[in-house]
């Protein structure tokens, strides 16, 4: 069965455009068949971009999708260099042309699974993980993320609180040692962790 995770989408493509605005900025994203949330910015995406203080550094997001996350922080933050990943080729070819239709310089996307292609560490890594794969994915790719952050920095985990919220934060907090609901809306929470 294919899903939004799937490495190939075998979808038939369905391209259209979704319009997102945040403070005063308005952002343009392509979207197709075969990818996360494809019709509109998802609900816990947006209270996420919208929870993340000003950031600099290099920033990586984990499960870019067709890039709503990562672009919008670019935008926001332009003295921050993004790196964008998913395993799915069809959303990180869409991510690719959103950065390229939104005229954003500080970002990049490109396929990995995981953390498999990722080079270097990061001062902030921010992720709406893939809850549908499972926690056998995605606990391992919390468990990895440490490894990917300097010393003085955070992780930024959206989950919905139906989909185990409780039982990620107590896994991040096994990791991490601390790990903190920053926000709650509407069913989604906002886990923040420190390193
Ligand atoms: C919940 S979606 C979030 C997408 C996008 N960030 C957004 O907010 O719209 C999770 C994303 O993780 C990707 N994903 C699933 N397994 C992955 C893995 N092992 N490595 C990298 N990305 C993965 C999926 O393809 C999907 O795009």
Redesign the pocket.
């Known amino acids: 069965m294919e899903h ?2 799937s490495e190939n989408p075998m979808a038939k493509h369905s391209i259209i455009r979704i319009e997102y605005n945040i403070e005063n900025l308005s952002l343009t994203f392509e979207s197709d068949a075969g ?3 494809k019709t509109k ?2 609900y816990g ?1 947006d209270v996420l971009i919208k929870t993340i203080p000003a950031l600099r550094g290099r920033v990586l ?6 890039g ?2 990562g672009i919008t922080l670019a935008r926001l933050n332009p003295r921050a260099e993004i790196a964008m ?4 080729q069809r ?1 990180v070819d869409l991510a690719n042309k959103n950065i390229l239709l939104n005229k954003i310089e500080n970002a990049t996307a490109f396929q ?3 953390f498999e292609g990722v080079g270097g560490t990061f001062d902030t890594i921010v992720t ?4 549908r ?1 499972g926690k056998k ?1 995605v606990y391992p ?1 919390f468990e990895e993320s440490i490894n990917y952050l300097n010393k003085g920095s955070h992780i930024y985990v959206v989950i919905q609180k139906k989909q185990g919220a409780q039982s990620a934060m107590n896994k991040l907090t096994e990791i991490y040692g601390n790990c903190e609901a920053i926000n709650k809306k509407g069913g989604y929470w906002i886990l923040r962790c420190f390193i």
């Not at 990943?85 to 799915?88: K, T």
């Open positions: 939004y995770y990818v996360f949330s910015v998802d995406t997001d984990l499960g870019c999708g067709y709503p996350i990943v998913d395993i799915n959303a990995s699974d995981g709406n993980p893939p809850i794969t994915v790719l």
